[in-house]
């Protein structure tokens, strides 16, 4: 995968918009972070992700999904998008997007979809 997939995955849903974050490009729900890609260009940050499913995530795919120090104490997990495959990476995007968009819009998005 890339950012630009990503983009097209997101950009479909309501309330997200392009944005940049740390230099780097970034998409935004309603001023929040969906997901940002780090200054690696493979690598893209998603917040959101509570540290036990993000250790299950990196036990059971530690090719896609990987966390650095600096993130430890931070709900957040990396993807290596060069590894992802869109199976895996969209319901966590799309979960994420969901607790940041507003009411209306899922259910707009759940009325169309």
């Known amino acids: 995968m890339t950012f630009d997939d990503i983009r ?37 940050a998603m917040p959101g992700v509570p540290p036990d499913e993000r250790d299950m995530l990196v036990e059971s795919q530690p090719k896609v999904f990987y966390f650095t120090d600096h993130y430890r ?28 968009a507003s009411k209306k819009a899922v259910r707009d998005y759940d009325a169309i979809g």
């Open 73 to 100: 104490d931070y709900p957040t997990v990396l993807i290596r998008l060069s590894k992802a495959k869109r199976q895996t990476v969209e319901p966590l995007l799309r979960r994420h997007w969901r607790s940041l």
């Open 8 to 44: 097209h995955i997101a950009l479909a849903w309501p309330d997200v918009e392009d944005g940049s974050s740390y230099g780097t490009p970034a998409l935004k729900v309603r001023k929040k972070m969906l997901v940002r890609l780090k200054e690696d260009g493979d690598s893209l």
